[in-house]
Structures are given as C-alpha cells and as structure tokens.
C-alpha cells in the first residue's frame, strides 16, 4: 500500500473536520428542537391542569384535600410535583397514605385513606380525638357525638399527631380499643368509664352495660363478649348487662322490660 501523499493526508483533515462541523450543528439543532419542545410542554395551555378529583374520603372534604394539595386549577399538570403534592397532603393528620396519579392530560385523581376515630379523650378543657393506632388527629373544645368517650381517667395532654397509647393511660387502654375498633363497636359503645375500685365499664348507647373489671385479658374478654352477643340475638333476647368481675364466668342479666 502506497503512502499517503501531503495533499491526501490535508484533503482527509479538511473531511474530518467538516464532518466534525456538520455533527455539531446537527447536535446544536436538535438540542434547541428538544429544549424548544419542552419549553411549549411546560408553558401550553392544552396541558393546563383543569380537574382534581378526590376519592376515598369519608370525613375530609375534597376542598379540604385540594386546598392542603396545593395543586393549582389551570397550572400547567407537568409543572406541578404531585410528590410534593402528597407530602403536603399527609401532614393532616387524619390522612393515613394518598395517592396522586395523572388519570389523563387534564386531570389529577387524589386517592386518600383516611385515619378514622376510634375513641374521644377529654382533658384539660379539650376533646382529644383518636384512632385506633393511638394517633392523636385533633384537639377541640367541640364535642363530636358517635365515639367513645373515655371518662374518669387521668388527665393527660397531647398535641395533634402524637400517640396517645405512648402515655400512662393510653398505654393502659390500648388493647380495649384496638379491640372495639376491630369488632366494629365505635359506634356502639357511648362512654368507656372506670369506677372508684378501678375497674372499666363499656356503655352502649343502646342501655347495654358491659363491667370488664380490670383491663386484664382485654381480647378474651371481648371475644367472650361478641359469642354472648351472637347467642342471646340468636335466641331473641336482649341483655341489660354484662358482668366479667363476678367470678371466673360472665355473668348476663336480661333486660326483661320490667
């Protein structure tokens, strides 16, 4: 193979560097075409965010959702984090997980689980709401009726979004509640009250007085419970009260209407 001669070797720099030339400009073009598209997606108004949708609420409102969301009607939809979004979303304490997902070009859909009362504390002038996790949701002067209220206890003092179950008292009632939240009983059961001897009694709100004793054996107690319920409606006969500190079997006592 014969040596490239100067004007071979000149005439292949100069067609390197023209190909060199041509591949820059073509990268300089597409990049501003890139950068150019994305400055339209982010700006158009056909990706303006025109509805949210909130579901799986039950107490929030979906104003409520929205407004804490931050996410603004007719704002681009692509401009708008929806992971920042959920993050200022879950700082009420009543949301227990959100999910945000883009369900077209237009609309953002706001899945919420909520956490739901379990139990109402009253305590230095203020009713402290709960779930059943122990999480306080909210302090308020304002009574909410359909929850167990939890009397004659000590009084303690907590701030929205911490545990009641971490204090003395809640510590103590913990399993009670976690049981009558998993049995369905929230909205059966008007106060949960305890007695000079110390000892715990659920009031329904339909007359029904169930005397627990100590707040020993807590899940037996309440299965115990849910089988004498089961039997007695079975047998068409309503109970006036529910004795388990009266010896080692339950004792039950008819409402007889008398």
């Known amino acids: 193979m014969e040596p490239m001669s100067k004007k071979d070797i000149r005439r292949n720099r100069i067609r390197r560097q023209r190909q060199r030339r041509r591949s820059l400009m073509r990268f300089f073009v597409i990049s501003v075409i890139v950068f150019a598209f994305i400055l339209f997606i982010f700006n158009t108004k056909l ?11 039950k107490n929030l409102s979906a104003d409520n959702i929205i407004k804490a969301s931050e996410l603004e009607i007719g704002e681009n939809i692509l401009k708008q984090s929806l992971t ?12 227990d997980d959100v999910h945000l997902s883009r369900s077209s070009k237009d609309t953002v859909t706001i899945e919420v689980k909520e956490r739901l009362i379990a139990a109402e504390f009253f305590s230095d002038s203020k009713y402290i709401y709960i779930d ?16 167990p ?35 369905n009983l929230v909205k059966d059961i008007k106060t949960i009250e305890k007695n000079a001897d110390l000892e715990v ?10 005397q627990l004793g100590e707040l020993k054996d807590i899940r037996y107690k309440m299965k115990v419970l849910n089988e004498i319920m089961t039997k007695l409606k ?10 388990f500190n009266k ?10 209407g008398e």
């Open 47 to 57: 990706f303006g965010l025109k509805h949210i949708k909130v579901v799986g609420n």
């Open 84 to 95: 920042e979004a959920k993050a200022k979303i879950k700082t009420n304490p009543y949301v």
């Open 132 to 147: 059943d996790k122990g999480t306080v949701l909210e302090n308020s002067t304002s009574y909410k009726e359909g929850y």
């Open 149 to 183: 209220l939890i009397k004659n206890f000590d009084k303690t003092h907590l701030e929205q979004g911490e545990n009641f179950y971490n204090t003395e008292v809640g510590a103590s009632l913990e399993e009670l509640i976690t049981e009558i939240s998993a049995n």
């Open 201 to 210: 009694s659920m009031n329904y709100r339909s007359g029904l007085v169930v």
């Open 234 to 243: 079975d047998k068409g006969q309503v109970p006036k009260m529910i004795m």
């Open 247 to 256: 010896g080692k079997a339950p004792v039950v006592v008819l409402d007889t």
